[in-house]
């Protein structure tokens, strides 16, 4: 690899080598000889590729012989691969434009000619076969097109692997924390009686993507989610182009973003001299729900154990919430910030360990309102580290 392009990379090569190794080591766990990766935060993970062209299929083939990792994606987004990933350039591979959208070629079976190329054709290969951008079309044309391989499921093997992050990756985490503390106030400063939800919500947006004084912020894969009145009532509502009322309750659940890697934040806030006593008596048992559970997390706990403490907390309440209360995040891009693994719920027996990060959101939503109150943090040796400092309550003005 050249200095120039190193240069580009978010990470040393020592830590995309050692992330290689980790889901090739999966992989023979699985029995898994070729690996097909295709969700974007994943080929992120082993290669350092990024761009915006999950629109169209590509992905990152991991083949447990070779030293490297291949690239396969469009030809006008293999530059990309070059500038962004530590691929050497004998391993990124393009398909002519006459593959994009076309009813009679397919990507998947330019694939499939690379791997009877390399004598790759009767192996064990698994591909991600829920990830959001890997249709069913992309598995019928692989799999009519390497008869004579052994298809398996490697969905989110790579989503495992990167459950416990580097000290590098909480760097990153503790930066997008920064932001969005920051586009939280600016959230709090903007939306008012009066103004338009969509003017507050370009605010928020300006104060994401422009991030500190020290850093700059990247796009969210999640848009700012900021619902009012009876629009709190449902969790992935956003704004409007109508004003502010006094008596609104407004939720902000936001994402600071540094590098692809996410510190998702929710408030909620109640605009007006009064506040509806129904919401802050419910304001006040999320925040104290969410306090007990912060207070409770250690490595070693399940996440069902983590979820128990929540429950005990609201249950003398009479409120009660039937999804679950958190998830894993860090690397992502669109549609979602959640790692698809581990989830705050009964039933989930995940073990806690150092430098696993969740986002965790209580939120409850009833019929005519909503509160959400969040954190993300880290699990530490003996704790948790939550990565931003706000008033931890419901907001009012």
Not at 224 to 243: F, I, N, Q, Y
Request: proline content about 3%; charged content about 25%; glycine content about 8%.
């Amino acid at each position: 690899m050249s200095e120039n392009q190193e240069k580009w990379l978010n990470f040393s090569v020592e830590e995309y080598h050692e992330r290689f190794r980790n889901v090739k080591e999966s992989m023979q766990r699985k029995g898994i000889e070729v690996l097909i990766i295709t969700d974007p935060a994943n080929m992120n993970y082993v290669t350092g590729f990024d761009g915006w062209s999950f629109y169209v299929h590509q992905c990152v083939i991991v083949v447990d012989s070779l030293e490297q990792p291949l690239w396969v994606g469009r030809g006008q987004d293999s530059n990309s691969a070059r500038l962004t990933s530590w691929l050497d350039n004998e391993n990124i591979f393009s398909y002519t434009d006459d593959y994009v959208h076309s009813m009679i070629k397919h990507p998947m079976e330019y694939v499939a000619d690379l791997l009877k190329s390399k004598g790759l054709d009767k192996k064990n290969i698994a591909t991600e076969m829920d990830a959001y951008y890997y249709t069913a079309k992309c598995q019928e044309r692989l799999t009519a097109s390497l008869p004579h391989a052994n298809f398996m499921d490697g969905n989110n093997l790579v989503n495992w692997v990167k459950l416990v992050k580097s000290d590098s990756e909480i760097e990153f985490m503790k930066r997008a924390g920064k932001i969005v503390e920051r586009a939280m106030q600016v959230a709090y400063d903007s939306v008012d009686v009066g103004v338009r939800q969509c003017d507050a919500a370009a605010e928020v947006y300006k104060a994401l993507i422009s991030g500190t004084k020290e850093y700059g912020g990247d796009y969210s894969s999640i848009i700012p989610l900021m619902p009012a009145g009876k629009r709190t009532s449902t969790p992935h509502l956003s704004w409007t182009d109508e004003l502010y009322k006094d008596g609104d309750t407004v939720i902000l659940e936001l994402s600071g973003n540094y590098k692809r890697y996410h510190c998702p934040l929710a408030r909620t806030m109640v605009l007006g001299s009064s506040v509806n006593q129904k919401v802050k008596d419910l304001g006040e048992v999320v925040a104290e729900g969410l306090n007990n559970t912060l207070l409770g997390i250690k490595p070693g706990l399940t996440c069902e154990e983590v979820e128990r403490i929540w429950a005990r907390s609201i249950a003398k309440s009479g409120f009660i919430k039937d999804s679950r209360i958190g998830y894993s995040t860090g690397l992502n891009f669109p549609p979602d910030w959640g790692e698809r693994t581990a989830s705050v719920r009964p039933g989930d027996k995940t073990v806690l360990k150092e430098n696993m990060t969740f986002h965790i959101i209580p939120g409850v939503w009833l019929d005519d309102y909503g509160v959400e109150v969040s954190e993300t943090f880290r699990v530490t040796k003996d704790g948790c580290e939550v990565f931003t400092n706000f008033k931890r309550a419901l907001l009012t003005k």
